[in-house]
């Protein structure tokens, strides 16, 4: 998949499927819960405590935001594990990401969560340049 070609929609709406079936896997799950929590509620500080209906230029409400940062948290999780000695430096939800793939990492590997489509789909979010 060439992620050039793919328009700013498009990667939201791969990354919320991509997060589905995420969730599918974790669901009624407490931490992850939380992990949403703390992704969200970073996000609303971010966007100046907005209301969630008012969405940017590309239709990303903050509950989009929340949904794309998790898929791209667990993402990056797979790829390094944060290092326990700057926990007081790195935000709480990239240790939560952590938890979640180490704990679910066979049935995240199972259901395809990691193919190269959704990982082109991943790369292509720049949160820049979506808010």
């Not at 940017?56 to 390094?80: L, N, Q």
């Not at 594990?81 to 939560?96: D, G, H, N, S």
């Not at 969560?113 to 990982?119: G, L, V």
Request: charged residues 40%.
């Amino acid at each position: 998949m060439n992620t050039q070609k793919l328009d700013k929609k498009e990667v939201i709406e791969g990354i919320r499927k991509i997060f589905f079936k995420i969730s599918r896997i974790v669901e009624g799950r407490e931490y992850f819960d939380r992990f949403l929590e703390n992704i969200k509620r970073g996000e609303k500080q971010h966007r100046k405590l907005r209301p969630d209906c008012i969405t940017t230029p590309y239709g990303m409400t903050i509950t989009d935001s929340t949904i794309c940062h998790a898929v791209m948290r667990i993402f990056e999780s797979k790829e390094s594990k944060p290092k326990l000695e700057r926990y007081l430096y790195i935000k709480k939800e990239v240790f939560e990401a952590y938890g979640i793939y180490y704990e679910y990492k066979e049935q995240l590997k199972a259901e395809n969560i990691f193919s190269k489509k959704n990982r082109d789909l991943v790369k292509a979010f720049d949160y820049r340049e979506f808010i």
